[in-house]
């Protein structure tokens, strides 16, 4: 199985253009958060930009795991109705082939989780993770964003309790130390992000080869998929 993983492209449209023409070549593309920006210099609105995003899922040419990130939620106001808070519109995006927070289901071996900003990987069964959280595990090269920890102490502790073999996708550290780690049963990678490049950083996980490549900052790096003996 062939996987694609991308983190935080924070309403860069292109990327997203880039990420459709992509998708056919994977089985799976893995979103780990933050498809929406809510910083001031964002083009638009937070419910523009999740309008646009529902719009896209629902055009997507492919299959896609994702998860909501901190930029993907906003409170409702008090005494009104708003379905689309805390990452709602993109529950409200999920399909046959785009599966969001909440979902915990096998795909080609493999069990598929997608945790909720703020969420905590839960196992239930013994297959081998593909695990998508905002948040990367704490004390992990992934969580150092130029010095600053950013990561998320109960997804480290989570992780360590995955079945051998899970892969743990995360994104939140726009500049983490390394974009791979292992930590325990389980392999955690991190691409980051270059606002200067033509298409996003990703992650290429070939999981019958067991390689994976990043691309990323003008660079392409390899790694083998080794077990950690516990």
């Known amino acids: 199985m062939r996987l694609l993983h991308v983190t935080d ?3 860069h449209t292109p990327w997203f253009d880039w990420l459709a023409m992509e998708a056919p070549r994977f089985e ?6 933050d498809f929406l920006d809510f910083l001031p210099t964002a ?3 937070l419910r523009e930009q999740s309008r646009w995003m529902r719009s896209w899922l629902k055009a997507f ?3 896609m795991y994702a998860c909501t990130g901190n ?3 906003w409170m409702p106001q008090e005494y009104v109705t708003d379905n689309d808070a805390r990452g709602g519109w993109l529950r409200k995006a999920a399909s046959a082939n785009v599966r969001v927070d909440g979902t915990s289901e096998i795909f080609q071996g493999h069990r598929f989780i997608c945790c909720p900003w703020l969420g905590v990987p839960v196992v239930t069964g ?3 993770a593909v695990v998508l959280v905002h948040s990367p595990p704490l004390g992990t090269p992934l969580s150092s964003d130029l010095g600053q920890e950013v990561g998320d102490p109960e997804v480290a502790a989570a992780v ?3 079945p051998e073999g899970s892969l743990v996708l995360s994104g939140h550290t726009h500049n983490p130390k390394r974009w791979c780690h292992q930590l325990g049963p389980a392999w955690c990678f991190n691409p980051g992000v270059d606002f200067h490049a033509q298409e996003p950083n990703h992650v290429v996980i070939d999981t019958t080869a067991r390689t994976v490549e990043f691309h990323g900052w003008g ?6 998929l080794s077990v950690n003996k516990r």
Not at 219 to 224: G, N, T
């Open 9 to 11: 492209l924070h309403f």
């Open 28 to 33: 799976a593309c893995c979103f780990s958060g």
């Open 43 to 45: 083009p638009v609105s």
């Open 61 to 63: 040419p492919g299959r």
């Open 71 to 73: 930029h993907d939620w």
């Open 126 to 128: 013994p297959e081998p």
């Open 160 to 162: 360590l309790k995955l």
């Open 219 to 224: 660079s392409v790096q390899r790694v083998l």
